[in-house]
């Protein structure tokens, strides 16, 4: 099974979607996150799925999940770098992603987290 | 087409007075067509069309229906680009009914094969409307397409702010294509502020609304921020009266207003020089 790496940088934890996201994948994800961020005490989560071409609902709601857990240590989440084509699909699926933030690309991201620790 | 011996017994007919029912055929034509085209050009074709049909009816051979059609469609496209209606080309083809019943007026037992002849006539009559029909129907697909193509332009305003002027009714499919170039826009462009300018828009329903507001949704998820400008004092009664809820998005009168306040989001200032 493909595992997705977290990496740290500073004060946030940094998570590159390069695979195709299975459903275990994905739990397995959500686990090794939430095991981080309290051994960290990270302040912040940014995803990058710039690679992700291909969303349904069970992705949708992992994200909003993925959201809570970091909410839960006090870390803020930012979903970068989204395709065109998966927003449009998410938002057909009537998916609004509350709880996550998001930004065009992992550089904005940063500064978004940077202006809330001021 | 169902190739019989009474068929080939017709064919036979028109080979033996193909001169006649030729000079006769055209001579209807031409009367009718008001002296469109040459002469000899009209006798050309009809000519042509007659060796084919003649040639289908026997069963000699095998490609002679397929012929057959195709220069019954270019007749049709080529009158189409001379300015006749469907009608006179229809006309034209049925024509050949008349030319050849003078010859068989007095020919009693030949009466059923005239009738499947006849019959054979009326379906290549209607397959020069058919191609007509089809034609200008490729027409109007094609100009449909390059209007939706025309009316959605996106226009970089400043570092980072984007318009989208939108001119005309929206329905589905052009939500959907005015949604797909704004967040290409968007990411292409790096920018966070997106103004949709809906002063060409005649009316807002509910429909129109809820294609709005599932634009400004997936803008959000790509992390950018919409404002919706160009709203008339008629439009802002009717959303009221009808109850559409704009929640949190940003609203403006006028496409300045937008730009000023998404200035003022990226901290940026417009003062005197």
């Not at chain 1, 309290?38 to 992705?59: K, N």
Request: glycine content about 8%.
């Amino acid at each position: 099974m493909d595992r997705v790496p977290i990496l740290r940088i500073g004060d946030n934890l940094f998570v590159s979607i390069q695979v195709d996201l299975q459903d275990d994948t994905v739990l397995q994800l959500q686990e090794d996150l939430a095991e981080e961020l309290s051994g960290t005490g990270a302040r912040g989560v940014i995803i990058d799925i710039t690679a992700v071409e291909i969303v349904d609902s069970f992705i949708g709601r992992m994200l909003t999940t993925i959201g809570s857990i970091s909410r839960m240590f006090d870390a803020e989440t930012v979903l970068v770098g989204m395709r065109p084509a998966v927003a449009i699909t998410l938002t057909e699926l009537g998916l609004s992603l509350r709880g996550v933030r998001t930004a065009l690309n992992a550089e904005k991201g940063l500064r978004l987290l940077a202006a809330r620790d001021g | 087409m169902q190739i019989d011996s009474s068929q080939t017994r017709m064919a036979a007919v028109l080979r033996e007075n193909q001169d006649k029912i030729l000079a006769r055929w055209s001579e209807t034509v031409l009367a009718s067509s008001s002296g469109r085209g040459g002469a000899e050009a009209v006798g050309r074709e009809l000519a042509d069309i007659l060796g084919l049909l003649e040639r289908a009816m026997t069963g000699a051979d095998e490609s002679a229906p397929g012929e057959l059609r195709a220069a019954l469609a270019e007749l049709s496209r080529s009158r189409a680009r001379e300015g006749a209606t469907p009608s006179d080309t229809a006309m034209s083809v049925f024509a050949l009914k008349d030319a050849v019943y003078e010859l068989m007026a007095d020919k009693a037992e030949m009466v059923p094969e005239f009738l499947a002849f006849s019959r054979m006539v009326d379906d290549l009559g209607l397959q020069t409307f058919e191609t007509y029909v089809t034609a200008r129907e490729q027409i109007i697909a094609d100009q449909a397409e390059s209007m939706l193509e025309l009316s959605t332009p996106v226009v970089r305003l400043w570092d980072g702010i984007i318009a989208v002027p939108l001119v005309g009714t929206l329905d589905s499919a052009r939500t959907q294509l005015v949604m797909e170039k704004m967040l290409n826009a968007l990411v292409d462009e790096g920018a966070e502020h997106a103004v949709i300018d809906i002063t060409g828009v005649p009316t807002v329903d509910t429909e129109v609304a809820q294609h709005l507001l599932k634009t400004v949704m997936a803008a959000r998820l790509l992390g950018a921020e919409c404002t919706i400008s160009g709203i008339r004092p008629q439009i802002a009664h009717t959303i009221v009266s009808l109850g559409i809820e704009f929640g949190d998005i940003a609203t403006k009168a006028t496409l300045a207003d937008a730009l000023a306040f998404a200035l003022r989001r990226s901290g940026l200032k417009v003062g005197p020089a």
